[in-house]
């Protein structure tokens, strides 16, 4: 789970960059993506997910999606940056 909070003026920024991003990591990593969104004061913070990843590729994977990000320019974006956060999934 990717989350990053940025300017409202920046919505569609956002949303075609988020877009985009998913795509890549489909095509190149086979892995889906999802995104959203929640609204508060001033900004808005954006949630990006990323399924099925095996647990084995999760390093390779997060530096491939934050190159991508980077290069997108998602990173320019991102208040206060993009945030992380791996979660295993039980069964």
């Known amino acids: 789970m990717v989350w990053f ?3 409202r003026a920046q919505d569609s920024a956002c949303a075609e960059r988020l877009s985009a991003l998913g795509r890549r990591m489909a095509e190149t990593l086979g892995v889906e993506a999802r995104s959203g969104w929640r609204d508060e004061p001033g900004f808005r913070t ?3 997910t990323y399924e099925p990843l ?3 590729r999760c390093d390779a994977f997060i530096g491939a999606l934050q190159a991508a990000a980077k290069e ?5 974006l991102a208040t206060g940056g993009r945030h992380v ?3 295993e999934w039980s069964a």
Do not use: H, T
Request: hydrophobic residues 55%; charged residues 35%; without cysteine.
């Open 5 to 7: 909070r940025a300017d």
């Open 72 to 76: 997108l320019g998602l990173d320019a």
């Open 46 to 48: 954006w949630l990006e």
């Open 85 to 87: 956060e791996v979660f």
């Open 54 to 56: 095996d647990a084995g």
